[in-house]
């Protein structure tokens, strides 16, 4: 059964910090890794999809690589901003369409 | 392009009603798949249709069920609703297999 893990669960970083958020996944058996963002009782935002075969992808000030073999995915925030607090949600896809997501990080970008 | 969309945003319901969501998905978007959302769970896939076809099921009760239609929105209903059902309920779409999936904004479901 896939496992999602992400660490840390909170983060409280000043802004203008670059910062890394840490997922983790039990079964390498994926099609491709999401990194979506919640703001508190809002839908999800997709923010990046990197596909199996794929090691990183890049957009604007978010980049987020994939080592499929270690199970392990980052995603590279630059130059923080009071905007980007958040929760970060990171899922792997795995059958028809089901994404099994972690608990997520809640991001706190102080001015 | 409109999003994914999703009505109603906000139900309170009573113990044992049932209840009926909808999801219109993005145009051109034939998967759609449905979330609940609890602070104790996080988020658990319910199920996935594609071309009116439940191609996946999650890990839940019979008491939750859905549909697709020929244009591709999607229902899911519940039935004899439980306190615990209180959730937010999220919709997703995408283009193909292995795409991008496209959330909605969600349904509030609120049981007392």
């Known amino acids: 059964k896939q496992e999602v893990t992400q660490i840390p669960a909170a983060l409280s970083v000043p802004e203008g910090e670059n910062l890394v958020l840490n997922c983790s996944f039990t079964?390498?058996?994926?099609?491709?890794l999401q990194w979506f963002r919640q703001d508190p009782g809002k839908g999800l935002t997709s923010l990046l999809l990197?596909?199996?075969?794929?090691r990183e992808q890049t957009s604007g000030r978010l980049n987020a690589s994939l080592d499929k073999s270690s199970g392990r995915s980052t995603l590279y925030i630059a130059a923080s901003q009071p905007g980007d607090s958040a929760t970060y949600l990171c899922?792997?896809?795995?059958?028809?369409?089901?994404?099994?997501f972690g608990q997520g990080t809640r991001l706190t970008i102080n001015p | 392009k409109a999003g994914v969309t999703q009505t109603p945003r906000y139900l309170i319901k009573t113990r044992g009603q049932q209840v009926t969501l909808s999801c219109s998905p993005i145009?051109?978007?034939?998967?759609v798949s449905w979330y609940q959302q609890t602070p104790g769970q996080g988020l658990q896939f319910l199920f996935e249709?594609?071309?009116?076809?439940?191609?996946n099921k999650g890990n839940f009760p019979g008491r939750f069920s859905g549909r697709q239609f020929s244009n591709s929105r999607s229902e899911m209903n519940v039935s004899t609703l439980e306190l615990g059902d209180s959730a937010l309920y999220l919709c997703?779409?995408?283009?193909?297999?292995?795409?991008?999936?496209?959330f909605g904004p969600g349904t509030r479901l609120t049981v007392t």
């Open positions: 899922a792997v896809l795995q059958g028809a369409q089901k994404l099994v």
């Open positions: 145009s051109g978007h034939r998967s």
């Open positions: 990197i596909q199996s075969s794929q």
């Open positions: 249709y594609f071309s009116e076809t439940q191609r």
């Open positions: 997703a779409s995408s283009l193909e297999p292995s795409g991008e999936q496209y």
């Open positions: 079964d390498s058996a994926i099609y491709n």
